[in-house]
């Protein structure tokens, strides 16, 4: 069953490749950021190819589960890992570090087996695997305060939580006697297990994975880490990493804990209105725009909730849709950030006065990704939030749609100031045009295609939703 793991063993080869030959490379290394976004494109060509499951099985004594669901998962972090790799070659330092791809594949190679684990031991071991890569690209720059702050609070915190739910995975075990999701989950079906050890059980595993998708109260490490680690490390920290947790929360949840004898849904809706709450709050005096989208990815995490709390099919086919307009739209807001924090020298808002006239179509781009964050059509994350909002009322959760519905209205006032500075405000004492922006072949390339695709989901969204749907109908198969 190779094919099970094609993907993580070709993108272990692509690593090997660029271990390898990358030395050789001094002074040309932007060579080594082609040569990782070819390569991964190469990656989701195969495993399209030959790679794609036919009907949902256990692989390797039940450790991985090969189906849609961890299939689509798959494509997604490669997709986001390969525009990444094209982002990090617009960086003056990320690009002249061999290293930082490998890190860069090595994340993703743990993501692709996080959406795949149908077993404790497989999980916790590719949850670490995403980790500690992301803790290094986060501190990356050791001369730089602000980075090793980030990847020193990134890593502390992250290895707090994650002992705190291994502890609880432990347990689980301890007291089941199993660490495959599918045995725990019939032995919790047919109670065989106290449901009140398993709400402390749930609790400890629901602090490391709210850490991971940042998820109030365990929110308030993002927006230091979202500022002071490299803009393009954050673009794929906000976007593929809180995917990877996503993916495992619903595998972990519907598998190993079953919403008819563990009500764990009532809980996610607190942590979902919560977190959106909190969020958008938080956001609206920011003014340093990565804060501002660390606030925003934590509104988001509980706008995803609600497909999750729903538990049904369309509950999960929506939360895997939002996953994907949400890479593609907040890794494309964090490449307009880079491609301008290099040339404006500041994340500031008011660093952005005039950019419409300096750069219009970058200006348009950033429009884009910006009322798709908020909810606006047609861009795909209105499309998002209506089918999210949908499982939402099917599930009996009205309140909690409420609650969404009113966080998207203060969610909008943010997004759309920020779009003020950029195309009412003018640039104190000069010239627009005199200031013109100019982007690289690579991040030009990345950001058109992350556009375009924003505008697809939110036009011509039925095969993206058929494909969710599909993924979403894998995890109620035995």
């Known amino acids: 069953m190779l094919l099970a793991i094609l993907p993580e063993l070709l993108l272990l080869v692509l690593a090997l490749l660029l271990f390898i030959v990358e030395p050789f490379w001094k002074g040309e290394r932007p060579r080594s950021g082609w040569v990782t976004f070819y390569g991964l494109l190469l990656i989701m060509i195969v495993s399209l190819i030959f790679g794609t499951p036919r009907a949902s099985q256990e692989a390797f004594g039940g450790m991985i589960r090969f189906d849609w669901f961890a299939f689509l998962f798959k494509m997604l972090f490669l997709f986001g890992a390969a525009l990444t790799a094209l982002f990090f070659m617009d960086h003056p330092l990320l690009s002249k570090r061999g290293e930082a791809y490998l890190l860069l594949l090595a994340a993703t190679l743990g993501m692709c087996l996080m959406a795949s684990a149908s077993d404790l031991v497989m999980l916790y071991l590719a949850i670490e695997t995403t980790s500690i890569p992301l803790y290094v690209l986060a501190g990356f720059f050791l001369n730089e305060q602000d980075s090793t702050e980030a990847g020193f609070k990134y890593l502390f915190f992250g290895a707090l939580t ?88 619903l ?59 729903a538990a049904t099919e369309l509950g999960m086919t929506s939360v895997i849709f939002y996953l994907i307009v949400y890479l593609l739209t907040n890794l494309a807001a964090f490449g307009i950030l880079m491609a301008l924090g290099k040339v404006l020298g500041s994340d500031e808002v008011t660093a952005y006065n005039g950019l419409s006239r300096r750069s219009p179509w970058l200006a348009l781009a950033m429009l884009v990704a910006f009322l798709s964050l908020a909810g606006m059509p047609p861009f795909g994350g209105f499309v998002a939030k209506v089918f999210v909002f949908a499982a939402g009322v099917e599930a009996g959760y009205i309140w909690l749609v409420f609650v969404g519905v009113l966080n998207s209205i203060v969610g909008l006032y943010y997004y759309l100031n920020v779009m003020k500075y950029v195309y009412l405000y003018r640039m104190p004492g000069e010239e627009e045009k005199k200031h013109p922006i100019q982007l690289s072949q690579a991040t030009a390339w990345g950001l058109g295609v992350l556009i375009l695709g924003v505008i697809l989901l939110g036009t011509v969204f039925a095969p993206w939703f058929a494909f969710s749907s599909q993924a979403a109908q894998a995890m109620f198969l035995p």
């Not at 940042?214 to 927006?223: C, D, L, T």
């Not at 919560?274 to 509980?302: D, E, F």
Request: aromatic share 10%; proline share 5%; net charge positive.
């Open 162 to 249: 994650s002992a705190v739910m291994l502890y609880g995975l432990s347990l689980l075990f301890g007291l089941a006697g199993t660490t495959a999701l599918a045995a725990l989950g019939e032995k919790f079906a047919s109670g065989q297990l106290s449901l009140q050890v398993a709400w402390g059980i749930l609790a400890l595993v629901t602090v490391g994975l709210a850490f991971k998708v940042s998820v109030a109260p365990f929110h308030f490490w993002a927006p230091d880490v979202y500022q002071g680690a490299p803009t393009a490390v954050t673009g794929f920290l906000s976007t593929a990493s809180k995917a990877a947790g996503f993916a495992v929360l």
């Open 251 to 309: 595998r972990l949840f519907l598998m190993a804990f079953p919403s008819a004898q563990i009500p764990w849904p009532l809980l996610l809706a607190i942590l979902a209105a919560l977190t959106m709450t909190i969020g958008n709050l938080l956001a609206l005096p920011q003014t340093n725009l990565k804060r501002l989208l660390a606030y925003s990815s934590i509104a988001h995490a509980g706008y995803i909730l609600i497909g999750v709390v």
